[in-house]
């Protein structure tokens, strides 16, 4: 900060401004500014702005702070025709407002079956029963007092995407993809818990089941339950927020969202799959040969471009930054590949930021726009060698009849006044 008087601030900025201005010209080797054509001087830097007048708020008059008031377009938002209740419903992650890898607690996309349970951790319980040697339960202070991890993992809802089996439908990525959210967890990992009630050696199939109104409950195998599963209560750095499912929910990496049990309050251990209305009417991929799949747990690999995007028209010609999500369920992202001219020519992006196993990473393509129509995609390659597929190579193994496990190629067609279409190449 200056020291000086606020007074002679302004006589100084008005000299530095026309200084400036001609310097800068010799800089860039223009030719000399005439008078009719020098640029008006900007008040923004001539002037004195409020901001700089007065003395700010002081500290702690924010004891949680939040985004600044010029930031109220970056929000959750609903389909309202999508479903009949709100309870019952679902927002979507507004992605075309973010960047790097985690989604900030606030902007999660979330999904209930009957709102959010407002729980206070000291009545919360979670109880471990069924094929064990010491049925148990837990306190969230039992929990705390545990070996605990931190793991960076994307949450990716298996219908997202699934307005767009028969066509392009949504128009804005938030709508199309942002049935996802990728946050660091704090926790206990569940083989810990599930070690210390021991497994009997027939323990084949855990049932979680969360303390909502919806009392979800689903299946999963032991094998994933024991490998690299956690019982969260952080995200972020902080509690969880009550709508991703505080105090205490399931961590279940690279698996559709539906199994990542929030509120979690049981796990139930049996020797087989508990085929719940859930899991055996809407958690399978109805195929066009009338059989389905089940069981379909791992989300494949899958990208998006953010921006452009339909909410996020081009503004600019000239220099521009393309930025996007990838992630797979199955390991790392090894590439990501854009296209801006609907599949004629690929270029490998930058991938920017961490890469975690069943993370999202970040992707960059820097480019110059001269207000062609471009048709982008990006199509993700993971750690498998798995390659996002087109949507219509999806369609073609797995018909039109599923909601679930759209992981095909979106794409934007992007007009030459800079406005973004979700679009499909036919
Ligand atoms: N757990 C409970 N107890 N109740 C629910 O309604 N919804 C599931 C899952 N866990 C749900 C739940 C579904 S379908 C998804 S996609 C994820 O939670 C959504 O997690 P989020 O709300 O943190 O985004
Ligand atoms: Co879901």
Known sequence: MSDKSSADIPSRRKFLGAAGLAGAGVALGARPLKAQDAPKPDP???????????????????????????????????????????????????????????????????????????????????????????PLVFTMDDLRRMPRVNKIHFLECAANSGMEWRG???????????????????????????????????????????ADASGMNRSLPIEKALDDCMLAFGMNGEALRP?????????????????????????????????????????????????????????????????????????????????GLAWSGRGTVKRVDVTLDGGRNWRTARIDGPVLEKSVVRFYVDFDWNGQELMIQSRAMDSTGYVQPTKDELRKVRGVNSIYHNNGIQTWLVRSTGEAENVEIG
């Open 44 to 134: 923004l830097i001539t002037e004195v702005q409020d901001w700089n007048r007065y003395l700010g708020e002081g500290v702690a008059k924010r004891p949680y702070g939040m985004p600044s008031k010029f930031e109220k377009h970056v929000a959750r938002r609903d389909v309202s025709w999508l479903t009949a209740v709100p309870e019952s419903s679902v927002s979507f992650t507004p992605l075309h407002e973010l960047d790097g890898i985690i989604t900030p607690s606030g902007l999660c996309f979330e999904r209930h079956h009957g709102g959010i349970a407002e729980i206070n951790p000291a009545d919360h319980r979670l109880m471990i029963n069924g094929l064990v040697d010491r």
């Open 168 to 210: 392009a439908q949504l128009n804005g990525c938030q709508f199309t993809h942002g049935m996802i959210h990728n946050l660091m967890y704090t926790g206990v990992t569940l083989k810990t818990v599930l070690d210390e009630a021991g497994l009997k050696p027939n323990a084949k199939w855990l049932m979680l089941e969360g």
């Open 243 to 323: 709508e991703q499912g505080y105090p205490l929910r399931a961590v279940i990496p690279g698996w559709e969202g539906n199994i990542w049990v929030k509120w979690l309050r049981r796990i139930e251990v049996g020797d087989m799959p508990w085929q719940t209305r859930e899991e055996t009417s809407k958690y399978t991929d109805l195929l066009a040969n009338g059989r389905a799949r089940w069981h379909t747990f791992v989300m494949d690999a899958k990208s998006v471009v953010t921006n452009p995007s339909p909410q996020a028209p081009l503004r600019h010609k000239g220099r521009n930054v393309l930025t």
